[in-house]
């Protein structure tokens, strides 16, 4: 099938078809299953970012206007960092686990191995669409499985460059990238896979999860959510601010899942946090941040408008208290705050994803929470204080993903904490060794001997076996053997 | 019913089950409610099943008296936070991932074992926090009235709700909207009830089944050890609810040349265990209702596989009794061999040499367990890492369920998740990350504007490079 237009082999569910079967004949092969196979894949992962970074960051300032440093930290960094840390840890993630056995099913010995699922299908999302495709392609190698990667189309030089990029340094007789947009991706989840990992939005991930049901094919899902900022007013206010800002703007200007979404914080103490932010914004970002080389552009004009519509709103448009500039051509927001928004404007019903923060006000902090559990969980919860009690009631009563005191996302590069959602913000975790077991099959082993076999077990049943099995339940050496005496009750 | 669910959702809001005292008095009160209603429980299993008191005991309240000793036993060290370690450039922080309650828990359970496939989900669901509405299968009617009657005597009401009903209630539940659900059943209705899931983003735990095979290899080794093996392949087949059960040995794979050996074992241990006839059947379930009944009937309808019974093949219409029977070599493409059979019709299947039996295994879905009969150490590895399955167990079958250590599920078309032990703990919760950050020292090249220094200083940075960074700010300094 060729479309006219593109001169390019149309993906459609044959081609997907093709595709699924070839990887299986390439798992099937016991492949992807070796230590060194693993290893050679991470490795060159490795090199890849050694030695194409130039091109990575140019095709994210393409895609994003992502200023450098966030593409070399963000994407590449934090990649090159994930891929260390599955090399040096592989070979203990792989080992089966011991498991302990108990008296009922004495004598016997357990473990639990690790065996990858088969055939996985990663599909990635737009705003760091280098790390959101990669990232979890280094847990799915780990685990020992071959894999499918679907790039975002909202980044096409991304997706082109990490199309070019797993071809020529990765094994494609097991790693593939299928690019396109919602008909390839609509052919590739009408396959039958044995893991789905998607990032991106609530509405396409019922999608991905209802196409998965029709398989019984499991899923990790990394979404999003309003991911609230808690301001407390006995704080140090300067570094606090610095903080929500190189989390919201300095994070794709906002375009992140884990980016402070909007804050809450009391009415007496708004104005001072505001004042700060203002300054903090100048000294970031200059007095021209149209300008500014160290923020990225909206995506493109589809998330402009839907930015510029909620900052439109008739509740909400006078409650601009700093930045509120367009460049529609340029495809850019300022650093734009709201003060005092109403509890039913848009703005604080959907998630922003962009550069604007609306400040919520409460009378007291402890209010704040109550405002947050009213919403859907999000994936993350931010909070600044020094009380220690608001800390320990923030950590009870607010369910999301993951929480930081005191700072904003930074939890994103801890490889010891899973990182996932929960509820609307998602299912599952990675990151570490949360990315090896995302795509590892974990299998229960149990080996027993011949001997001490139980009789109690068979058939025919009597009152006698029936008095020995409680005491055998019970795990109580003294009540077997009253049962053996025929001293306990049947 | 929705009222019912709203009050579930209430009663989760206000923290009611969120308290370690709360889940260790529910915990506390299911003990008791096993303990104190035995006989009845004996009862409603006999009525629906036709199962004997120890096997009521051994598969049904043994299990769930263990599962609660052992969760009450561990509960504190479960939900206590557990510390991650933090890197020296996060310095001073604190990292721990916390457990949390996922909210409001639906729990779907079969009829083969009505009170295990119940309470042991449930027993996970209370110890992680939860709120929960039970929804047993209607086929066990005499199970489930003990389940509603007597659940609200025990537990907290408010918070544990058990609702009774056929497919069209199943339905209903599923259009709303649930933290979790877990269900125990077939694969068909596993796919219907994640689609259900999927409208609302619900994490689901699907405990599915499988045709599982049992690989028998030690006919040649002692005749005690054969003896043995053939107690545990009769035990692990018509043993749990005459085969009806998600873990029973579907099928058996053998060596040709010792078929007829194994075959004059298992009918020696079939007679011994269960009686010489239909007539004389004793300490055997029986199938759960005409409908499966005629199912199975059916399966051994095909003249070719009516020809390869070798045993048995009786069945009693009145009393929904089939007896034990083996069949040896039927089409490897009649129904019998290609669905779960999910009753007392044990198919032997016959290869030129073991090793065949892995291609074998591997020609079909995944299933939940394998049990392989040997003593071969390296044919233990070959099964092991060449083929898939919720579990694998050696030299017995059936008693991996009752192992707290060891996670009980599926993969592929025999489901995802897993629980048992911690894992049912694990399975109803939410694992919240949480880092605590001192506001001191401040890293300033977190912050723009950018400089070529800043980036250096985070590369070195994200790499742990504490030696580089120290040099790098000591040659900053300098110029």
């Not at chain 2, 042991?120 to 110890?127: K, N, T």
Request: proline share 5%.
């Amino acid at each position: 099938m060729t479309s006219e237009v593109e001169n390019k082999p149309v993906f459609c569910t044959e081609s997907a078809k093709e595709l699924v079967k070839e990887l299986r004949a390439s798992f099937a092969t016991g492949k992807t299953k070796s230590y060194e196979w693993r290893l050679t894949q991470l490795n060159a992962m490795v090199k890849m970012m050694e030695e194409k970074e130039p091109q990575i960051v140019a095709a994210l300032h393409d895609d994003l206007s992502k200023p450098e440093l966030e593409s070399s930290i963000y994407e590449i960094a934090m990649l090159k960092n994930s891929c260390r840390l599955a090399v040096k840890n592989m070979k203990h993630w792989m080992m089966p686990e011991k498991a302990k056995t108990s008296l009922v099913t004495f004598p016997s010995s357990a473990e639990i191995v690790s065996e990858p699922l088969g055939v996985v299908l990663v599909i990635s999302a737009w705003n760091y669409p280098f790390l959101f495709s990669l990232d979890p392609i280094v847990g799915a190698i780990a685990a020992g499985n071959a894999i499918v990667l679907k790039p975002s189309e909202i980044a096409p030089a991304t997706s082109l460059l990490l199309a070019r990029l797993v071809a020529e340094y990765l094994d494609s007789s097991c790693i593939k990238v299928v690019e396109g947009a919602v008909p390839e991706t609509a052919a590739l989840l009408e396959q039958k896979w044995d893991k789905i990992l998607y990032t991106g939005n609530g509405r396409v991930a019922r999608i991905v999860m209802a196409a998965a049901a029709k398989h019984l094919t499991p899923v990790v899902m990394e979404l999003g959510g309003k991911c609230p900022v808690i301001v407390d007013s006995d704080i140090n206010l300067q570094v606090a601010t610095r903080r929500i800002i190189a989390g919201k703007w300095g994070c794709n200007n906002g375009q992140a899942c884990i980016s402070p979404d909007y804050i809450i914080t009391m009415k007496d103490y708004a104005q001072k946090l505001i004042d700060s932010f203002k300054y903090e914004l100048e000294r970031f970002y200059g007095k021209n941040p149209l300008e500014s080389k160290d923020l990225s552009r909206i995506v493109n004009s589809n998330h402009f408008a839907r930015l510029s519509k909620l900052l439109d709103e008739d509740k909400v448009s006078s409650k601009i208290v700093h930045g509120g500039e367009r460049d529609k051509e340029n495809l850019k927001i300022t650093p734009t705050i709201l003060l005092d928004v109403p509890r039913d404007s848009l703005i604080m019903n959907e998630e922003i994803f962009g550069p604007l923060l609306p400040v919520f006000l409460v009378d007291k902090v402890e209010d704040s929470f109550d405002v947050i559990n009213s919403g859907t969980k999000p994936l993350a919860a931010y909070l600044f204080t020094n009380k220690k009690k608001l800390k320990e009631k923030f950590v009870a009563t607010v369910s999301a993903g993951g929480l930081v005191i005191n700072d904003t996302t930074v939890h994103l590069a801890e490889p010891t904490l899973p990182f996932g959602g929960v509820g609307d913000s998602g299912m599952g975790a990675y990151h570490g060794k949360f990315s090896f077991d995302a795509f590892s099959h974990k299998k229960a082993v149990l080996y027993r001997g011949f001997a001490c076999d139980a009789f109690v077990r068979y058939p025919p049943y009597t009152r006698g076996k029936l008095g020995l099995l409680r005491a055998l339940f019970d795990g109580s050496i003294l009540g077997i053997i009253r049962a053996l005496l025929g001293w306990s009750k049947a | 019913m929705e009222k019912s669910i709203a009050e579930l959702r209430e009663t989760f809001k206000n923290g009611g089950t969120k308290s370690i005292s709360w889940r260790q008095s529910q915990l506390k009160a299911l003990l008791q409610l096993i303990n104190q209603n035995e006989d009845s429980i004996f009862k409603a299993l006999d009525q629906d099943l036709g199962k004997s008191p120890v096997e009521s005991y051994r598969d049904e309240v043994g299990v769930l008296k263990k599962s609660v000793t052992y969760t009450l036993s561990c509960l504190e060290k479960w939900v206590a936070p557990k510390k991650a370690e933090v890197p020296l450039l996060f310095f001073p922080a604190k990292a721990e991932v916390m457990p949390q309650p996922l909210g409001v828990v639906l729990i779907f359970s079969s009829w083969n074992f009505p009170f295990t496939l119940a309470l042991d989900p449930l027993i996970g669901a209370i110890s992680a926090g939860n709120t929960v509405l039970l929804k047993p299968s209607d086929l066990a009617p005499a199970c489930i009235s003990f389940l509603v009657e007597t659940i609200p005597k025990y537990l907290d009401n408010k918070a544990i709700k058990v609702v009774a009903g056929g497919a069209d209630i199943g339905e209903r539940l599923l259009q709303l909207k649930w933290d979790k659900i877990f269900y125990t059943g077939s694969p068909r209705v596993g796919r219907l009830v994640m689609a259900a899931a999927a409208k609302h983003l619900t994490p689901v735990t699907l405990e599915l089944g499988g045709k599982c095979p049992a690989i028998v290899d030690t006919l040649s080794t002692t005749p005690s050890k054969a003896k043995v093996t053939a107690k545990r392949i009769v035990g692990g087949k018509w043993g749990p609810c005459n085969g009806q059960a998600c873990i029973a040995i579907d099928y058996l794979l053998v060596e040709e040349k010792l078929a007829s050996a194994l075959i004059e074992l298992l009918k020696k241990t079939i007679k011994r265990f269960y009686g010489e006839n239909i007539k004389s059947l004793k300490s055997i379930s029986r199938i759960v209702n005409e409908h499966q009944f005629q199912r199975l009937v059916n399966l051994l309808k095909d003249p070719n596989v009516a020809d390869s019974i070798v045993y048995g093949g009786s069945v009693d219409e009145e009393k929904l009794v089939i007896e034990p029977t083996i069949l040896l070599d039927p089409p490897l493409d009649s129904e019998i061999m290609s669905e779960e059979i999910f009753g007392p019709l044990l198919p032997i299947i016959t290869l030129k040499n073991i090793e065949e039996s892995i291609n074998f295994i591997n020609s079909k879905s995944n299933p939940l367990v394998i049990y392989a009969f040997t003593e071969d150490e390296t044919f233990k590895k070959r099964i092991l890492s060449e083929t898939s399955s919720g579990t694998v167990t050696f030299n017995d079958s059936m008693v991996q369920f009752l192992c707290d250590s060891l996670p009980f599920g599926g993969v592929g078309q025999s489901g995802f998740g897993r629980y048992h032990g911690k894992y049912s703990f694990d399975t109803f919760s939410h694992e919240k990350s949480i880092l605590h950050r001192g506001f001191y020292p401040e890293i300033e090249p977190r912050y723009p504007p950018w400089t070529d220094f800043k980036l250096l200083f985070i590369k070195l940075a994200y790499e742990f490079d504490y030696f580089g960074l120290i040099l790098l700010l000591l040659w900053f300094k300098r110029s």
